[in-house]
């Protein structure tokens, strides 16, 4: 009984430092380092949360950059992230991209298909990628300008600042927070 008294009392203080006391730590590590990062990386407007930079969410106005189609159901649901899984020969995943390219020469007059960008018609693995490749945006950049009676230099100048390089200049590619251009195309509209 002794010995079983004492196992329990070992598992009970063990549970209590690395279950609990480890996790606090982490927590409270992280918010005094990086709280940004640990609370969501959230972007507010005049106070009030407008999304996170790093779960893409659905653009349909005209007035704003569009991101990447979106794999979850319903779209660009973070709590069901996931890819299609479909194959490149796969006459569902065809479809799709068609469906998404046919869209996105809808909504921006004049683009040929050949110029868009793979990635603006294909969904990320995660079904929730917040950024897309600075053609994508360039693209969109006549239709966003137009809409929000902006010069169509300034829209690229906010592009341009908004591009993230490659890491460490070798892996990854170029490419733009489509939350955080549109924040600053809103308030470049603004005035």
């Known amino acids: 009984m002794r010995t079983l008294w004492s196992a329990l009392r070992i598992v009970a203080l063990a549970t209590l430092i690395l279950g609990l006391g480890y996790n606090l730590a982490m927590v409270g590590i992280a918010q005094l380092v990086f709280p940004a990062k640990a609370n969501g990386s959230l972007m507010r407007v005049n106070g009030h949360v407008v999304g996170s930079a790093l779960i893409g969410q659905e ?46 020469l809808k909504q921006n007059p004049g683009v040929k298909a050949s110029q868009v960008p793979p990635a603006m018609v294909e969904s990320s693995a995660s079904g929730l990628d917040p950024d897309i490749p600075p053609a994508g945006a360039y693209l969109q950049a006549p239709r966003v300008a137009r809409t929000n009676h902006l010069p169509l230099a300034k829209v690229d100048q906010l592009i341009r600042s908004h591009t993230t390089g490659r890491f460490l200049g070798l892996f990854g590619s170029p490419h733009v927070n489509v939350l955080k251009l549109n924040v600053a195309t809103m308030a470049a509209a603004k005035g």
């Open 59 to 104: 653009w349909t106005s005209p007035r704003f950059f569009h991101g990447r189609p979106s794999a979850t159901s319903p779209a660009y649901n973070a709590s069901a992230s996931s890819s299609s899984n479909l194959g490149p020969t796969n006459p569902i995943l065809l479809k799709h991209i068609r469906s998404n390219l046919a869209l996105f």
